[in-house]
């Protein structure tokens, strides 16, 4: 019983542009860190190198843009080597993994964003991670608005930040459909507010769940 309680869990974070996703990752890593847990550290697309190298073309600006097909299929391989090689084993060895991004980010962009339909997605993920899910899901959510205009004042964009706001309203309403499905997984924090009061919620939800946790 006390094994399956402590079981390592997987966190991953989500959200559209301009949500301050880096800030708050390295808030939720210090915050678990200091729990004590061990822990991984990682991103999608990447966390490999073959990943890695997936997200240098995924994101390039450069040359044709690849199809929305071929885009889910190139998450998808990155992902494939990602939970196989680096998730997966660590959770193994009781550590807990922080990811940047998951399955919830296909469904929101190549699904909601793209148009590809759901079930090909879910059919995906269970070919490819059939035992690996995540425990907890983080939402930064904001008005696409908002957050197009944080990403754009931040300089240079990639190839998905150059999306029209469209594209961006339904990548948020599929993140807020798949809360919906599943609202035991999902924490929805409002980052359309000033840096302290998000880290603020964050705090909160963190020393909930985490004593929850661990308990
Ligand atoms: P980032 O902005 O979190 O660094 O992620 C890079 C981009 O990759 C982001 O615009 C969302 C996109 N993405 C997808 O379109 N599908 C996916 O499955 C993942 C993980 C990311």
Redesign the pocket.
């Given at each position: 019983m006390q094994a399956v309680m402590n079981a390592p869990k997987f966190i991953t974070v989500e959200g559209g542009?301009g949500v301050g996703?880096t800030t708050q990752l390295r808030l939720i890593e210090a915050r678990l860190r200091a729990e004590g847990v061990p822990l991984q550290v990682t991103?999608?697309?990447g966390g490999t190198s073959l990943g890695e190298q997936l997200?240098h073309l995924?994101?390039q600006k450069e040359g044709l843009a690849p199809t929305p097909m071929a885009?889910l299929l190139m998450?998808?391989a990155?992902?494939a080597q990602h939970v196989n090689t680096v998730i997966a084993p660590a959770l193994a060895r009781g550590e807990w993994v922080l990811c940047?991004?998951?399955?919830d980010?296909?469904f929101?962009?190549?699904g909601f964003?793209r148009g590809i339909p759901l079930e090909s997605i879910q059919q995906l993920a269970e070919l490819v991670h059939p035992q690996t899910n995540p425990d907890l899901t983080i939402l930064l959510d904001v008005d696409p608005e908002i957050g197009l205009e944080r990403a754009r004042a931040r300089g240079e964009l990639?190839r998905?930040?150059r999306e029209a706001l469209p594209f961006f309203e339904a990548v948020r309403e599929g993140y807020l459909k798949r809360v919906k499905l599943e609202p035991h997984r999902w924490r929805v924090i409002d980052a359309s507010v000033d840096l302290q009061q998000v880290e603020q919620q964050l705090e909160t939800l963190l020393t909930e769940w985490v004593a929850g946790a661990i308990a």
């Open positions: 542009e996703k991103r999608e697309p997200r995924l994101l885009e998450v998808f990155a992902r940047d991004r998951f399955t980010a296909s929101a962009y190549q964003g990639d998905f930040e």
